[in-house]
């Protein structure tokens, strides 16, 4: 069972996400911020990041550097209320991006491509 760790400052989203994803089959746990995500990265040990872009004090885009230059395999999926991101060159270091909605459908497709690919690379 693939492990995902939903980085989001919302709670709404985490609780909605965990739901909709342990539901699918995956072990879910969630952080409400990228304070020290490097070092639960390390010891949770996902397989894959869901990562809002935009949270108090901590941009999204700075964390999925940080994921990459340490953790370069790791999917992750980036999620925002935004598409102005797409023209941050940061952004092309992720998987796969979402806008964020209340229909996770196509959430959990990326989710379910992203460690298809990280399997199909391993």
Known sequence: MAKILIVDDEEHIR??????????????????????LMERIEKEKPDL????IKMVGYDGLDLLQDIRNKYYDLPVVLCTAYDTFK??????????????????????????MALEAAAGSN
Not at 98 to 111: A, C, H, P, W
């Open 15 to 36: 609780y909605l996400y965990s739901e909709e994803l342990s539901e699918a089959g995956y072990e879910v746990i969630t952080a409400d911020s990228g304070y020290k």
């Open 87 to 112: 023209r941050d060159m940061k952004s092309i270091a992720a998987d796969f991006y979402v806008i964020k909605s209340f229909d996770l459908t196509e959430l959990k497709n990326k989710v379910a």
């Open 49 to 52: 990041i869901v990562l809002d």
